[in-house]
T-cell receptor, first 108, second 114 residues
Framework: GQNIDQPTEMTATEGAIVQINCTYQTSGFNGLFWYQQHAGEAPTFLSYNVLDGLEEKGRFSSFLSRSKGYSYLLLKELQMKDSASYLCAVRANYQLIWGAGTKLIIKP | EAQVTQNPRYLITVTGKKLTVTCSQNMNHEYMSWYRQDPGLGLRQIYYSMNVEVTDKGDVPEGYKVSRKEKRNFPLILESPSPNQTSLYFC?????????????FGEGSWLTVV
């Protein structure tokens, strides 16, 4: 079967760093996405990894290890506006398989 | 402006009354899809389309129909809505294949079936 796992909820402090993990088991792999979704709004694109390694984009970085079926999203210098759900999705054979999302709560 | 537009944004309807949620994209994307999102379950794909006249079932197609007669439009049809179809629906599009590394979402349609 195809499966994507990520923690349901995480809490972090404003100004700190948080790492959100995602593990996957899929038949085929064409890339892994991270999306941010504020409550009641559409998901917005954060990052896309297709090769192993770290992709850095401002305060956000995403890492991929295809051999381990593992990715993480790293958020630095957390701000209150980062409170949202973070969705991991894997593209496999022209389909997208989505994780249930990680709700990130930022405390002052 | 590149966008995916879906309508209506909010709808309350009664069981059994056919409804259509429209979706249109202006980016000439081949790939379009419909998702529903329910608390604790994340995004679940209903149907997707690789190109005009090509549609396929996603993970939860029961109770839904789609059509892709034009590249830009991908309507979602609920022939006989039931309360378990109360959900937040998103339409999405992308270039498709390995080149489609960004998925664009519509703003979402809140559907309540009573």
């Amino acid at each position: 079967g195809q499966n994507i796992d990520q923690p349901t909820e995480m809490t972090a402090t404003e100004g700190a760093i948080v790492q959100i993990n995602c593990t996957y088991q899929t038949s085929g792999f064409n890339g892994l996405f991270w999306y941010q979704q504020h409550a009641g709004e559409a998901p917005t694109f954060l990052s896309y990894n297709v090769l192993d390694g770290l992709e850095e984009k401002g305060r956000f970085s995403s890492f991929l290890s295809r051999s381990k079926g593992y990715s993480y999203l790293l958020l630095k210098e957390l701000q209150m506006k980062d409170s949202a759900s973070y969705l991991c999705a894997v593209r496999a054979n022209y389909q997208l398989i989505w994780g249930a999302g990680t709700k990130l709560i930022i405390k002052p | 402006e590149a966008q995916v537009t879906q309508n209506p944004r909010y709808l309350i309807t009664v069981t059994g009354k056919k409804l259509t949620v429209t979706c249109s994209q202006n980016m000439n994307h081949e790939y379009m899809s419909w998702y529903r999102q329910d608390p604790g379950l994340g995004l679940r794909q209903i149907y997707y389309s690789m190109n005009v006249e090509v549609t396929d079932k996603g993970d939860v197609p029961e109770g839904y129909k789609v059509s892709r007669k034009e590249k830009r439009n991908f309507p979602l049809i609920l022939e006989s809505p039931s309360p378990n179809q109360t959900s937040l629906y998103f339409c999405a599009s992308s270039l498709g294949g390995d080149a489609g590394n960004t998925i664009y979402f519509g703003e979402g349609s809140w559907l309540t079936v009573v």
